[in-house]
Nanobody
Framework: QVQLLESGGGLVQAGGSLRLSCAAS????????LGWFRQAPGKEREFVAA???????ACTDSVKGRFTVSRDNGKNTVYLQMTSLIPEDTAAYYC??????????????????????WGQGTQVTVSS
């Protein structure tokens, strides 16, 4: 079955960096759009970043210039490099895989409803 396993979360001071990884199995990785979402306590899950099959990426305004999403199809892994972390980045981070639009190299989605598979999440806590 499909599994997405996140790792790399932890406790970091404001201004610090973390790199999240998400290893996928049970799916044809290069055919999927990969996304990162986060959910803070008491808040709805929100889009963070996504990367298309062709490597185009998008991210939410609050992380632009600080977070970078990348993928390694040879390792079936997607990454989220996070720098200049702030306390507002504290949340559980989830990776997800979207199989829609298989003929497009540029398609990607910022909506959680289009993603087919989800990981269990990894906690990121940023102290002030």
């Amino acid at each position: 079955q499909v599994q997405l396993l996140e790792s790399g979360g932890g406790l970091v001071q404001a201004g610090g960096s973390l790199r999240l990884s998400c290893a996928a199995s049970g799916l044809t990785f290069h055919r999927y759009v990969l996304g990162w979402f986060r959910q803070a306590p008491g808040k709805e899950r929100e889009f963070v970043a996504a990367i298309s099959r062709g490597g185009q990426s998008a991210c939410t305004d609050s992380v632009k210039g600080r977070f970078t999403v990348s993928r390694d199809n040879g390792k079936n892994t997607v990454y989220l490099q996070m720098t200049s972390l702030i306390p507002e980045d504290t949340a559980a981070y989830y990776c997800a895989a979207d199989g829609y639009g298989s003929g497009s190299w540029t398609y990607l989605s910022q909506s959680s409803t289009t993603y087919d598979y989800w990981g269990q999440g990894t906690q990121v806590t940023v102290s002030s």
